[in-house]
């Protein structure tokens, strides 16, 4: 699909692929997929080829903490809250929108309205190609696991211990 038929939001993370050197494009769907098991039913995929984007909140700085984790997989809370050394808790709809600047269904893991300590699931290393949210619950694409964790500035590690 061509970038100008693109909603704006989709618009600005297609930019930032580009911008990473990707040749990936975004592809809208006929249907919003709101979770990793809608996109992998519109997609034809296993739900694991979904990386989901899900935005925390650091529970004593306020900070934004971003998990891209394996549609399959749960992330424990209590893991990323070791790896970044304090509670964490469920971000706001308010929260996710002014720093990942996407509403919840749709949060891209790149082009983000403000940085957030970001991990990447390791177990999508079991996929040659995951799908991610393209910046509305519309929009997707494809992308390689060692790309994603470069463009996501993020930091490998197992989100479901």
């Not at 079991?126 to 929009?139: I, Q």
Request: proline content about 4%; glycine content about 8%.
């Amino acid at each position: 699909m061509e970038s100008e038929t693109l909603p704006a939001s989709a618009e600005r993370v297609q930019r930032a692929l580009a911008a990473a050197g990707l040749d990936t494009r975004i592809v809208q769907l006929a249907a919003a997929a709101r979770t990793a098991q809608q996109a992998a039913d519109a997609l034809g995929l296993d739900v694991g080829q979904i990386a989901k984007s899900l935005v925390f909140r650091a529970a004593t700085t306020g900070r934004a903490v971003l998990v891209i984790a394996a549609g399959d997989r749960r992330v424990s809370e209590d893991r990323i809250a070791q790896l970044i050394g304090e509670p964490i808790e469920r971000a706001s709809p308010d929260f996710v929108r002014e720093h990942a600047g996407f509403a919840i269904g749709g949060v891209a893991p790149v082009a983000h309205a403000q940085a957030m300590t970001t991990f990447v699931d390791a177990s999508l290393r079991r996929f040659d190609t995951v799908w991610a949210a393209g910046g509305t619950p519309y929009c997707v694409f494809p992308i390689r696991p060692n790309d994603l964790l470069r463009v996501s500035a993020g930091t490998e590690a197992a989100t479901d211990a």
